[in-house]
């Protein structure tokens, strides 16, 4: 495969779409970003890694980073990893990624770990294991990734701090019910730190390496076995696009996790992985140019999962 080639096309083709959609502007640290940015980058399960765009601008990960902290949850405890699905379902919720709507007719147990109230519970869990959810996170993702400089951007973190009441009230509302292990304010800091790493297109495919390598770490060493690496890529194809996962699986045929900061990480199992970014979203927080990018992909290669 001449992933170069591909990728000069597949820009050539989204590259208008980066005019669409709308940045995210109830963050305010996210509405300044131009939204006309695109970059695409795939990194092969060898570790060779080809760009095209804005590939190698940082962006912020934000909802992003659910598919890495659940991971490391998942890689963490072993013994009991099956202990988080006791706290967050694996289905599709249908409403908004911060609704609170399911929360009370379901005693607080979200539906994914995709939406905000899992990703919560999740990070939760993270804390417990580690005693310092985000930075654990960030020294995976700077081991994974071979980017010794990533960092949490402070404006962003501070800013989702200052307008995260919606947050908030997840957390507040699953503590209710028993679900939450740590402190309320405790674990919805820690989540708006992972939401704030920055990092690129090419970070982040050579990040997400090890969900294409079933399991596998960079450096050859196992983060999960290859049946929770396919839990993970199954929660993300029927799960990652908040309630736009179906029309999602039907345009690109991918498991994939969008962030609002505009940039979508896909999976092709045993092939490659692949990151996009383009900050103006649809009406479902997806990016516009990032999905017509995976379309396109896909559609070039034939390779999806199906």
């Known amino acids: 495969m001449d992933y170069q080639a591909v990728l000069e096309e597949v820009a050539a083709h989204a590259g208008p779409y980066a005019r669409q959609g709308r940045v995210a502007d109830y963050i305010p640290a996210l509405e300044r970003v131009p939204a006309d940015r695109f970059g695409i980058a795939v990194a092969d399960i060898h570790g060779d890694v080809y760009g095209v765009g804005d590939w190698e601008t940082p962006f912020s990960v934000q909802s992003i980073s659910k598919t890495f902290s659940l991971a490391l949850v998942m890689a963490q405890s072993h013994d009991g990893h099956d202990d988080i699905w006791r706290r967050v379902g694996r289905e599709p919720s249908g409403t908004p990624f911060n609704s609170l709507v399911q929360l009370e007719a379901e005693n607080g147990i979200p539906r994914n770990p995709f939406i905000?109230?899992?990703?919560?519970?999740?990070?939760d869990r993270l804390q417990t294991l580690t005693g310092d959810a985000s930075t654990s996170m960030l020294h995976f993702l700077r081991e994974e990734s071979g980017n010794p400089d990533l960092a949490f951007d402070q404006a962003v973190a501070d800013s989702e701090a200052d307008h995260g009441d919606r947050n908030a009230a997840l957390a507040h509302f699953m503590a209710s019910f028993g679900n939450l292990e740590n402190p309320v304010p405790s674990v919805i800091e820690h989540y708006f730190w992972q939401c704030s790493i920055e990092m690129s297109c090419r970070d982040l495919a050579v990040a997400g390496g090890f969900l294409a390598r079933h399991g596998l770490r960079a450096d050859g060493s196992r983060l999960l076995e290859a049946r929770e690496a396919k839990r993970i890529n199954a929660v993300m194809l029927t799960c990652g696009t908040y309630d736009a996962a179906g029309e999602f699986a039907y345009r690109v045929g991918l498991p994939a996790k969008s962030g609002v900061g505009g940039g979508?990480?896909?999976?092709?199992?045993?092939?490659?992985?692949?990151?996009?970014?383009?900050p103006g979203l649809d009406a479902r927080g997806n990016s516009v140019a990032g999905a017509a990018a995976l379309d396109h992909f896909t559609t070039l290669t034939g390779w999806s999962v199906f």
Do not use: E, Q
């Open 116 to 123: 905000n109230a899992g990703a919560l519970v999740v990070t």
């Open 264 to 278: 979508i990480i896909a999976v092709i199992p045993g092939r490659c992985t692949l990151c996009v970014w383009s």
